[in-house]
C-alpha cells in the first residue's frame, strides 16, 4: 500500500505562513488532498486536487505537488488555524483511500 | 444540504459485535461511493472500509477483513457497518464519508460526526 509521511507537527508564529509537507513516492503524479481537523470535530476539506479549494475555505489556504513532496501553504495564520492536517491520496493499486499520519499545527 | 449521520456506536466486550448506520440526506448514496473511517484515541485518521457507487464490491483494510462488513440500502439512503470479533484495538471514534470522484480525482467531501465505538472488558 502507498504510504504518506507527514512531520508529526509544526509551529508557526501568528500572522506567518506555516507550511506542511506529505510525502511519498513519486506524488506529483498523483492528486493530493488535504483535511483539517480541529478537537472534538470531524475532519474537513480544506483543499483538493492539489490546488483547488471547496467553498468557504478561505484563499490563505494552497497548495502544491511536485516530485516526492506535496505541500499545504497556510499564509497569515491565526489562533483559530490551529489543528491537526492530514493529506490524502487513492491508492490505485488497492483501490482505497490512503491518509498520511497528520500534522500538529501549533500557532505560538 | 448534504448530511451524514452516524449512530449505533457504544460500549461492547471483545469479541462482541455491532452495528454502525450512516443515514445520507441531501444526495442519494446509490450515486457516490460511501466510506468508513475511524481514528483511535489521540492517533491518526485510519480508512475501514469503502462500498463502491455500484455496490458491486467492498474493500476493507486488512485489519478487519473478515470481521466488518459494509453494505447499503438505497431505500433507506443509509450505509452500515456490521463489526464482529470485535477487539480493543477497534476502540475508536467512526466517521462515514462521501467519497467524491466527479471531478477524477477521490476525495473525501463530507463526513459524519463520528461515532464512538469503546471495546472493553
Known amino acids: 500500500s502507498y504510504v504518506l509521511t507527514q512531520p508529526p507537527s509544526v509551529s508557526v508564529a501568528p500572522g506567518q505562513t506555516a507550511r506542511i509537507t506529505c510525502g511519498g513516492n513519486?506524488?506529483?503524479?498523483?492528486?493530493v488532498h488535504w483535511y483539517r481537523q480541529k478537537p472534538g470535530q470531524a475532519p474537513v476539506l480544506v483543499l483538493y486536487?492539489?490546488?483547488d479549494r471547496p467553498s468557504g475555505i478561505p484563499e490563505r489556504f494552497s497548495g502544491s505537488n511536485s516530485g516526492n513532496t506535496a505541500t499545504l501553504a497556510i499564509s497569515r495564520v491565526e489562533a483559530g488555524d490551529e489543528a491537526d492536517f492530514y493529506c490524502?491520496?487513492?491508492?490505485?493499486?488497492?483501490?482505497?483511500?490512503?491518509f498520511g499520519g497528520g500534522t500538529k499545527l501549533t500557532v505560538l | 444540504e448534504v448530511q451524514l449521520v452516524e449512530s449505533g456506536g457504544g460500549l461492547v466486550h471483545p469479541g462482541g459485535s455491532l452495528r454502525l448506520s450512516c443515514a445520507a440526506s441531501?444526495?442519494?448514496?446509490?450515486?457516490?461511493?460511501m466510506n468508513w473511517v475511524r481514528q483511535a484515541p489521540g492517533k491518526g485518521l485510519e480508512w475501514v472500509a469503502y462500498?463502491?457507487?455500484?455496490?458491486?464490491?467492498?474493500y476493507y483494510v486488512d485489519a478487519v477483513t473478515g470481521r466488518f462488513t459494509m453494505s447499503r440500502d438505497t431505500a433507506k439512503n443509509s450505509v452500515y457497518l456490521q463489526m464482529s470479533s470485535l477487539r480493543v484495538e477497534d476502540t475508536a471514534v467512526y466517521y462515514c464519508?462521501?467519497?467524491?470522484?466527479?471531478?477524477?480525482?477521490?476525495?473525501?467531501?463530507?463526513w459524519g460526526q463520528g461515532v464512538l465505538v469503546t471495546v472493553s472488558s
Open positions: 464519508a462521501r467519497l467524491n470522484h466527479f471531478s477524477g480525482s477521490r476525495r473525501l467531501d463530507y
Open positions: 441531501g444526495f442519494s448514496v446509490s450515486i457516490y461511493s
Open positions: 462500498i463502491r457507487r455500484e455496490a458491486s464490491e467492498e
Open positions: 513519486n506524488i506529483g503524479i498523483r492528486t
Open positions: 486536487d492539489d490546488t
Open positions: 490524502q491520496v487513492w491508492d490505485v493499486s488497492s483501490d482505497h483511500v490512503v
